[in-house]
C-alpha cells in the first residue's frame, strides 16, 4: 500500500475523534461517580481566554469535517453548535465520523496539488496546496483541539492516559 | 508531487517542533518581562501526575527523531534529559532539527509497509507497519506533547494564539 491523501486524512481523523468521544465517555463517567453536575468539565478551561471543553470536541469535529470537505469538495453538514450535554458532544462526534464515512476515496486522493482556500481568522482567507492544507493546517487543528480536550479532563481529574488518547483505551 | 512517507512526517515534526521553538522563545521573553524565574513555567505542570514543560518539550523532540529513526533505519542521537533552561530547550530541538534534516529522503520514502517495533508502556513493544506507526503513534505522539506544552504555557498566561502554534506567529 502506498501512503495517500484519503489514508493520510480520513483514518486519522476518524482515529482520533473516536479516541476523544472514548475520553469524553470516561469523563461523563467519573462525573456520576464524584456525584458532581457535568457541565462542570463541559465549561472548564484552561485559561479564561482559552475556549471550553465544548468548543473544543466541537472544533475537532469541525477541524476534521471542514478540512475534509475542502479537501473533497464534498460539501460537510452543519451542525449548530448547541450541544450541552456529554452525550450530545458524543453525538457530534457520530455525526462527523458519519460524514467522514460518506466521502468516496477518490473525491481526496490526487488532491495534493489542489489550491484549498480556507478561513484564517476573521474576514481573512489563506490558499494553500492540498498537501501543506492537509499537513500544516486541518491535521495538527484537529490534533490541538482532541489534545487540550484531553488537557482540560485531566486538569479536572479524570483518569485518563496516553492510551486513552492515543488508541481509545485499546492498548 | 504525490504525498509519501517522507513528505508526510519530516516536514511536518520540522514543522511543529519550528513552531513550539517560536513558543519556547515567547514564554522566555515573557518570564523577562514580568521578571519572575523561567523556572516556574519549565517546572509547570497541568495536573500533579501530567508532565512539566520541560518534559513535554523533550518528549516533543524525542517522540520526532525516535519515529524518524525507527521509520529509516538511521539511528538517532541520544540526548540526556539534563535540560533546566528554556535556552537549553531550544537547543534540544535544534539538534533535533539538525537530525531530522540529516535522514535521507529515499530511506523513508516507500517503508509504508515496513515492520516497525516500538516500546508502549514499560517492558512492553508493539509491532506497526510504517503507515500506521506514523500515523497512529508517531505524529499523535508528537502532536500531543507539542499542544500540552503550548496549553501549559497558556494556563500560566503567556500570551500566545493559534497561530503561534500552526505557524510559529508567522500568519
Not at 12 to 26: A, E, T
Not at 121 to 145: C, I, Q, S, W
Amino acid at each position: 500500500m502506498t501512503l495517500s491523501m484519503y489514508s493520510a486524512s480520513v483514518p486519522v481523523f476518524k482515529n482520533m475523534l473516536g479516541n476523544l468521544r472514548h475520553c469524553l465517555d470516561k469523563a461523563a463517567a467519573h462525573a456520576q461517580a464524584r456525584k458532581f453536575e457535568p457541565s462542570v468539565l463541559i465549561e472548564s478551561r484552561l485559561a479564561p481566554d482559552m475556549l471550553p471543553l465544548r468548543k473544543q470536541v466541537q472544533i475537532a469535529c469541525d477541524a476534521s469535517k471542514n478540512g475534509l470537505a475542502r479537501l473533497s469538495g464534498v460539501e460537510a453538514p452543519k451542525f449548530d453548535d448547541t450541544e450541552t450535554t456529554f452525550e450530545q458532544l458524543m453525538e457530534r462526534i457520530d455525526k462527523t465520523l458519519a460524514f467522514l464515512d460518506s466521502v468516496p476515496r477518490d473525491k481526496i486522493d490526487g488532491c495534493e496539488d489542489k489550491d484549498i482556500t480556507f478561513p484564517a481568522g476573521r474576514d481573512v482567507t489563506r490558499t494553500l496546496k492540498g498537501e501543506a492544507y492537509l499537513l500544516n493546517v486541518a491535521l495538527p487543528n484537529m490534533f490541538f483541539h482532541v489534545t487540550t480536550a484531553y488537557a482540560i479532563l485531566r486538569h479536572n481529574g479524570v483518569e485518563l492516559g496516553k492510551g486513552d488518547y492515543l488508541a481509545g483505551g485499546k492498548v
